[in-house]
């Protein structure tokens, strides 16, 4: 069985630019999550769906990020336009239950220049 | 709101010897723990965790964490470290009761010396 993908995994973009990540669950996941973690700081939590509907996005930063999540399947995660601070590793996670076990990504590093 | 301390972002320890890494949290509700490992290129993957049943939670290769509610401490434990240990560790913590989301540390980054 799969685990998590994402894709790309790694991005080099200029301020400004935009990007583009996306997330594949675990089939049959109907829980995913977003996380980014920034150069030496803890793993921050950006938003979760529960299939195709936004359950929590307390944790996105500002508007510039905006996260979909069509059919309840992939997800894809735009930052537009993005900024230095962006810089970071993105992971996906799913799980089956909202409390159960997370499946994490490799993660998709965004470098910022 | 809930969060969650490692101390030291650096553990270096002899190949054999013991292995702690220290995790703290806030809430005081006895949170969900957990311990996840990342090693390089891979993703997050979950150690153990501990969900208000036994205080002392066995995971996989070895590691062990004791929950310790007067400490609010759930630290990570290996007898005896091996160089495949060499990885990024992180503790997390999650409120109990219906969906709430999982709050990382800053990690822990183990080197493991021969």
């Known amino acids: 069985e799969a685990g998590v993908t994402q894709f790309p995994s790694h991005s080099v973009i200029e301020k400004g630019q935009t990007v583009t990540l996306r997330c594949d669950p675990i089939?049959?996941?109907?829980?995913l999550y977003w996380y980014r973690r920034v150069m030496g700081k803890e793993i921050k939590f950006l938003l979760h769906?529960?299939?195709?509907?936004?359950?929590?996005e307390s944790g996105m930063p500002n508007n510039r990020f905006l996260a979909e999540r069509t059919g309840g399947t992939y997800s894809t995660l735009k930052v537009q336009p993005a900024e230095l601070e962006d810089s970071g590793v993105y992971f996906c996670?799913?799980?089956?239950?909202?409390?159960?076990?997370?499946?994490f990504g490799e993660g998709s590093r965004l470098t910022v220049l | 709101a809930q969060s969650v301390t490692q101390l030291g972002s650096h553990v270096s320890v002899s190949e054999g010897a013991l292995v702690l890494l220290r995790c703290n949290y806030s809430?005081?509700?006895?949170?969900?723990l957990f311990w996840y490992v990342q090693y390089p290129n891979q993703g997050l993957q979950l150690l153990l965790k501990?969900?208000?049943?036994?205080?002392l939670v066995k995971g996989i290769n070895g590691f062990e964490a004791e929950f310790k509610k007067s400490e609010t401490s759930f630290h990570l434990t290996k007898p005896s470290a091996h160089m495949s240990d060499a990885a990024e560790y992180f503790c997390?913590?999650?409120?109990?009761?219906?969906?709430?989301?999982?709050?990382f540390g800053t990690g822990t980054k183990l080197q493991v010396i021969p």
């Open positions: 996670a799913s799980s089956q239950g909202a409390g159960g076990e997370l499946f």
């Open positions: 089939s049959g996941h109907d829980n």
């Open positions: 769906f529960v299939k195709e509907s936004k359950q929590d």
């Open positions: 809430s005081s509700v006895p949170p969900y």
């Open positions: 501990y969900t208000s049943a036994a205080t």
């Open positions: 997390a913590a999650q409120n109990s009761g219906g969906y709430q989301k999982v709050t």
